[in-house]
């Protein structure tokens, strides 16, 4: 991803991945997962750290894999005692069977071939273990604004501006395709009522709008109309926003 790798996106991502909205759906997928104390996770894409440190909160030793060295240090300014390791989603330099679990958590839809990531994080995972993989149906958000053809647009332009912005609903095939068994699923709202403050739009619709703006999809003008309209309706009370995220856990063939 472009700009990735630097101190500034590790901290953008490091605030909008602590907001309690998504904390919440965080633990949610944690709980699906259902990882025993003392196992070994890769946390492929681990970004500055946040799934890392809520899974050592779980008694979990964590192997965290990121290509970006700035988000890895930001996870070892953490000091979560994590193993580090700077590789490719596509080729992980670890020993097969080597992990009792793997997430891919809002990583599928970044990679170029979303099946070969799932099957190398399922190869360093034992025969019996998990891989929990995690992503935005990014055609599900939605602001409510008065003009729809103008948030349709909007929210169309950042779902294609993804390499696969339908990356949520494809995870139970992407599993299969990769040769694991897909076992258990959750599906989470997220959402929020408020119009800034601590919440995960607040924090990224600013990113969501220069990558807009850098695609091309929509003119700087209608976006700046588009911002009028939520904030008008932020202040009738008649703001809201949500998207929908999917977690599998699939089981590694014994």
Not at 3 to 16: K, M, T, Y
Request: proline letters at 5%.
């Amino acid at each position: 991803m472009s700009g990735w790798d630097s101190a500034q996106a590790a901290e953008r991502v490091a605030q909008a991945y602590a907001a309690p909205d998504l904390a919440a759906v965080r633990e949610r997928q944690i709980d699906l997962l259902a990882p025993l104390p003392g196992w070994r996770i890769a946390d492929v894409g681990c970004g500055p750290g946040a799934f890392a440190e809520a899974l050592t909160a779980r008694g979990a030793q964590v192997t965290a894999i990121d290509s970006a060295p700035a988000m890895l240090a930001a996870v070892e300014a953490r000091s979560l005692g994590c193993e580090l390791v700077e590789a490719d989603a596509l080729s992980l330099p670890l020993a097969s069977a080597s992990h009792d679990a793997a997430c891919l958590v809002q990583v599928l839809e970044y990679v170029s071939d979303p099946v070969a990531a799932v099957r190398e994080a399922a190869r360093i995972v034992r025969p019996g273990g998990a891989v929990l993989v995690a992503d935005t149906d990014w055609d599900t958000q939605g602001f409510n604004v008065a003009d729809r053809e103008l948030g349709r647009r909007v929210m169309q332009a950042w779902a294609d501006g993804k390499p696969d912005g339908w990356a949520g609903r494809r995870l139970r095939g992407w599993l299969a395709a990769a040769g694991l068994v897909a076992e258990e699923r959750c599906a989470v709202v997220l959402d929020a009522t408020e119009w800034g403050g601590d919440t995960f739009i607040a924090h990224n619709w600013p990113h969501h709008r220069r990558a807009i703006e850098r695609s091309g999809g929509v003119p700087a003008a209608d976006l700046d109309r588009f911002e009028r309209e939520i904030a008008d309706s932020a202040a009738s009370g008649a703001f809201y926003w949500s998207v929908v995220r999917h977690a599998w856990r699939g089981r590694v063939p014994s």
